[in-house]
């Protein structure tokens, strides 16, 4: 049984890392030791799964909840909408097929390929700002 309440204990934690970032630095200890005290009370492998797929699941909306109105995600989905239009640019540049070939379309596909860097360094530092 000391396994099977370890499992549930380090997959509890793993599904609290998945939280936004302040939230979960507000709540993270408090969830694990209220879910770490629910486990130790628990004799058989059904007492520890019954409570513990509660607690699965109420993390999972919780999750869900908290990264919706997390500025974090909003940020994520600007940059994937700006990057994916310059990509989208890219492939109708590809697309006009001007005679002779296009000469832009290896520039916005570099400019692509090079962005991403950015927007992820971007999303980053917006994140770490949060904390």
Avoid: K
Avoid at 36 to 62: H, Q
Avoid at 76 to 91: E, F, K, P, R, S
Avoid at 99 to 111: A, D, E, I, Q, W
């Amino acid at each position: 049984m000391t396994r099977l309440r370890r499992a549930a204990i380090t997959l509890h934690a793993g599904f609290v890392s998945v939280l936004p970032g302040e939230f979960r630095c507000r709540y993270r200890a408090e969830m694990q030791l209220d879910f770490a005290d629910d486990m130790n009370m628990c004799v058989t492998a059904v007492e520890i799964g019954v409570p513990a797929a509660r607690a699965y699941g109420d993390l999972v909306v919780s999750a869900v909840r908290e990264w919706r109105s997390s500025e974090g995600l909003r940020l994520l989905i600007y940059a994937g909408l700006a990057h994916a239009g310059i990509w989208l640019i890219g492939v109708a540049v590809a697309a006009w097929e001007w005679p002779g070939g296009s000469r832009l379309y290896p520039v916005v596909v570099t400019f692509a390929v090079l962005s991403a860097p950015g927007i992820a360094v971007a999303v980053w530092r917006q994140r770490l700002a949060a904390r």
